[in-house]
């Protein structure tokens, strides 16, 4: 997992691995028409609260998700205006997860940003995610029919369940993988999974090539998040923004976990269960060389590469094109990142 | 403001007070058809769910907003399968705010019941909010159109908006009436403007009939929220179900006491302050001799009266009808009830 950040923080335009460079040249100019209206949409008529509303868009980063609308978009259609509104849109769902994530973490910075939690108060950031919640709705409905609004209801309620779902199994640490994956189905994959589908569907795409998109786009947001769960251990802090173990001393369960649990004699089950029941500090030390003595790390690695290469298969149902190209580079870079 | 409760809990069929009833007999059916949509709409395909959804839905208890959705449908027009799904969908964004408002406030109980970060703890309350504006969102899509979607996106954007505002002035002792009413009209009255807006607007109504309405719904919110004020002080905390003097408890400026401050001498004003600044808990009892040697009390009262009286003025633009005549019960009831 090799992988150097060369994209400029405020346009995305390259994400760069050992494997894949993800040049955003193509979709450039659309999504600078995000940010502007990303900007515009997150303009109070209180000035006061301006300065609040937009300093969480600046927490998101990648915005990965509004160039997955615009890629998918290319790759099985026509984009229009209403990509720009869906992007937008997709964003600010997502930010508003983001916040609300950094309250339940009790979170003090995220990429090197100080949360909203840390630069205001827990009150404000409820708040302001459940504004980017209503606003992005409301955005959503000026589109000319209630397709995108159902979709992404849908979406944003599936979210919720996937991380009410996870802070529910924080003490279960028998969670199996199927759980697992189901929780991050829902958690992170599913705001992929819209992203692509929406932009497919609203650029006229043919049933077929939506639904081959969509199911890119769960695929693509699984691996991300095993991803996330491999960086958790064993990611470098300073480029991912993240101290090493959060997972850990917030007692989620992460693929790694799982498989260490999965794999272990029943005397170091228990000497594991232990750990994680006792003192959240000490756990990333304690467990550090279990994790090395087993195949936990490569195990990782390998399901990861399995979701990349489901989300680069979805993709043979479409036509070549450079948006295609970019959008199998996207899958490549998910699995092989450093942030 | 001489009220007793005589409504069931679980359909709220009636509210009386000294000098309005409002039997809800004549949408007594469509509001059951209101519980039992809620009640599906809250059923989760994980089971462990289920519970703490609907946990939620116990909290709200008037549905006073479905019930105006209904009374508006049949003043305006005629009533349609749209309106149980609208009334369920405000019911919904409602139950949300208040689960929120509850992490805010760090609220144990509402109306004699635990609250959801009581009963479970506030990641809880933070996500069950989510899923409830999500899955009204969602809902809210089914319908034919974009309308229902658009206003009720922009009411709750609106409902944040004063959230915010409140929270962000909670040190401002010298909130002014205007802004205080401007606050209010976001956070409380938006919601039953848009309930009115919806009902008529979706029962085919003319536009001057919905815009009627519509303002109907403010100036009852308003009204409601002031009587909310006023019982925060002067109320029975046996029938309110809430502890007398929450508001100063957390430092929110209510209309009784920014009357008071308006009205008292430069060196009261400072002895006021002081109070306000001082520990929390005496603040009920240090204030209580001030308010009462003020007209803070008969103001609150007649500013009440005043949007109730607005609220009924708005309804001569609709023609006589049962419907009709209960939403001048309900501004009546608004500020004569007692919880």
Redesign the interface.
């Known amino acids: 997992m090799d992988t150097v950040m060369k994209s400029e923080k405020s346009t995305s335009t390259l994400f760069r691995s050992a494997q894949a460079v993800v040049s955003l040249d193509l979709i450039q100019q659309p999504l600078q028409l995000v940010e502007s209206r990303l900007r515009r949409e997150l303009r109070?008529?209180?000035e006061?609260?301006t300065p609040?509303l937009q300093h969480g868009t600046m927490l998101g980063g990648k915005r990965m998700r509004p160039a997955l609308v615009l890629l998918a978009a290319n790759a099985a259609g026509e984009p229009t205006d209403d990509h720009i509104t869906i992007a937008t849109v997709m964003e600010m769902v997502h930010t508003?997860?983001l916040v609300?994530d950094d309250?339940?973490d009790a979170a003090a910075t995220r990429r090197h940003v100080p949360t909203v939690n840390a630069k205001w108060d827990s009150?404000?950031s409820?708040?302001?995610?459940?504004?980017l919640?209503?606003?992005?709705?409301?955005?959503?409905?000026?589109?000319?029919?209630?397709l995108a609004?159902?979709w992404?209801?849908?979406a944003?309620?599936r979210?919720?369940?996937g991380?009410?779902?996870q802070?529910?199994s924080r003490d279960e640490l028998d969670l199996n993988e199927e759980n697992y994956l189901s929780i991050v189905q829902g958690k992170t994959a599913e705001l992929c999974r819209v992203a692509c589908r929406l932009g497919a569907a609203y650029a006229g795409a043919p049933s077929e090539h939506v639904t081959a998109l969509a199911e890119y786009g769960d695929a693509l947001g699984i691996a991300f998040q095993i991803a996330d769960d491999y960086l958790d251990l064993w990611g470098d802090s300073e480029r991912t923004g993240k101290t090493l173990g959060t997972d850990l001393l917030q007692a989620k369960m992460t693929l790694p976990m799982i498989r260490l649990l999965e794999t272990s004699s029943p005397q170091q089950h228990q000497q594991i269960i232990q750990i994680l029941r006792g003192p959240a500090e000490s756990r990333l030390s304690q467990l550090q060389p279990l994790l090395q003595a087993s195949d936990a790390r490569s195990y990782t690695k390998d399901r990861a590469q399995a979701f990349a290469d489901q989300a680069l298969q979805s993709l043979t149902a479409l036509p070549d094109s450079p948006a295609k190209q970019l959008l199998s580079d996207f899958a490549r870079f998910a699995i092989e990142r450093r942030f």
């Not at 409820?126 to 504004?131: F, K, M, P």
């Not at 919640?133 to 209630?146: E, G, I, P, R, V």
């Open positions: 109070s008529r209180f006061m609260l609040i508003a997860t609300h309250v339940l009150q404000t409820i708040l302001v995610g459940d504004y919640f209503a606003q992005s709705f409301y955005l959503a409905a000026t589109l000319k029919d209630t609004c159902q992404i209801g849908e944003a309620r979210v919720c369940e991380e009410l779902r802070v529910h």
